[in-house]
């Protein structure tokens, strides 16, 4: 059977994640029954990440084993014809050797956090953003930003409900940028690494958002890193700001 990436963006919004849940919405079940329109069976697919409630992507990637083999352009036409009018979009597509999958071939995951600080509701962004009201010092969530770089016990910014064996991850990146926006500013998280915790980067955010409204300063992120502590974690960021943002691979399956 022919194995096929793909990379996809969604508005995380209509869903409840991306995992397959019994009766709740989610973006794998989407793209799983879009398949089955133009395959014997249902496929089951696979991701690289298993966004929250609420998360955005614009470059997840999955893949699935199919009956017969397609033309990847053809395939990608089919599937967004049968996605519509779910916000969900298959954005590239390309048949892969059967030993690459989606998770476990993958090297390196980004994410994205949108933080737009201003006193006006938002119009166009609402939902796509986290809005604070409150100014933002950039250069003070920079400094209690790099606290979190390298290899650390990361049990005090993970959830309690998180299954992953060990607490202890390494960050790449920490890149926070800002440009302004009518009205106020837009902040903007990169975050890279081999693979996160379950609402790490949101608790990230959420705690160096203290830290530029001047409720912490950037030594207290080192010292809740140091408890170990889930206690001592800022507040978690809402979902709707964050966006996994693309998966490298040792080989590019969409170059």
Sequence with gaps: MPRYAFRIEYHGAPFNGWQRQIGQPSVQQAIEEALAKINPEEPRIAAAGRTDSGVHATGQTAHADLARRWQP?????????????????ITACAEVDED?????????????FRLVARRAPLVHEAGLVWQVRNPLDLAAMQEGAAHLIGRHDFTSFRASLCQAKSPVKSIDEITITEQPVTG????????????????????????LERVGAGAWAPAQVAEAL??????????????????????????????
Excluded: K
């Design 184 to 207: 106020g500013a837009e902040f903007r998280f990169h975050l890279r690494a081999r693979s996160f915790l379950h609402n790490q980067v949101r608790s990230i955010v959420g705690t």
């Design 100 to 112: 690459f999958h989606a998770r476990f071939s993958a090297r390196e995951r980004r994410y994205t």
């Design 226 to 255: 140091a408890a170990r502590d889930r206690s001592a974690c800022g507040p978690v960021s809402p979902p709707h700001g964050l966006y996994l943002t693309g998966v490298t691979y040792p080989d590019d399956p969409f170059a």
């Design 73 to 89: 352009f053809r395939l990608m036409e089919a599937l967004n014809h049968h996605l519509r009018p779910l916000p969900v979009a």
